[in-house]
C-alpha cells in the first residue's frame, strides 16, 4: 500500500519561509515522478511543482523562482521549500506520486494516482 503524509504547514506572514515535508511508505518514491500541489479555498487544486525519477523539476509559474522541490532518497522523503511566501499561496497542500518514472506534462495532476491527505498553509 501507498501511503503519503505531509507536514510542515502553518501559519506564517507574507515574505516567509516554509519547508513542507512529504513521507512516502510502500512505494519506491526516488523510481517515480512526484510532485506537490495546492488547492485554495473554493477553488480547483492545482500543480505547484513536480519532480520526475531524474530529478528534473518543473514549477508553476506562479512559484517559479522562489519554491525549490527536493527529495530525500534516502529518507523516502519530498520536500517543498517556498520562499518569499504571499497570501494567494494559502491553501492546503498535497503530495502526490505517479505510477509513471517521468511524465510528458508533470503539472498535470490527472497523471498522479496516489495522494496525501494534506497540510494547511495559511500566509497573512
Known amino acids: 500500500h501507498v501511503q503519503l503524509v505531509e507536514s510542515g504547514g502553518g501559519s506564517v506572514h507574507a515574505g516567509d519561509t516554509l519547508r513542507l515535508s512529504c513521507t512516502v511508505s510502500?512505494?519506491?518514491?526516488?523510481?517515480?515522478?512526484q510532485g506537490w500541489f495546492r488547492q485554495a479555498l473554493g477553488k480547483e487544486r492545482e500543480a505547484v511543482a513536480v519532480i520526475d525519477y531524474h530529478g528534473v523539476t518543473k514549477y508553476a509559474d506562479s512559484v517559479k523562482g522562489r519554491s525549490t522541490i527536493s527529495r530525500d532518497n534516502a529518507k523516502n522523503t519530498l520536500y517543498l521549500q517556498m520562499n518569499n511566501l504571499k497570501p494567494e499561496d494559502t491553501g492546503m497542500y498535497y503530495c502526490?506520486?505517479?505510477?509513471?518514472?517521468?511524465?510528458?506534462?508533470?503539472?498535470?495532476?490527472?497523471?498522479?494516482?496516489?495522494w496525501g491527505q494534506g497540510t494547511q498553509v495559511t500566509v497573512s
Open positions: 510502500g512505494y519506491s518514491a526516488s523510481s517515480h515522478q
Open positions: 502526490a506520486a505517479s505510477y509513471a518514472a517521468s511524465l510528458d506534462n508533470g503539472l498535470d495532476q490527472r497523471e498522479y494516482g496516489f
